[in-house]
């Protein structure tokens, strides 16, 4: 179901704005009004509204050395994992594109 179908004036299309992140950019998360709440994070999870996939996401993150933690359930951005001081790389280390 939809907000529209609903009626609901908390949320578009299931889906409320949630605030800012300094990382993550604008964040959305499931309505609680209209929407069924995900039974793996408890309706935590937020979604980041600049992103067209989880990938494009992780790959921005790279640059901050961080990386998402996905819901299993409804793959939403649970945690933030810092993924270590960046070290010196040596010869024919780090990611070939």
Known sequence: MTAATLGCQFCIDGHMPAGRDDHLGELFERCPACSVECQSCNGLAVFPANYNSPLE???DLLAFRLGPAFCPGCLG??????????GPLGPGEGIQL
Do not use: N, Q
């Open 57 to 59: 996401l992780v790959v």
């Open 77 to 86: 951005v649970i945690a933030l994992v810092s993924l270590g001081p960046r």
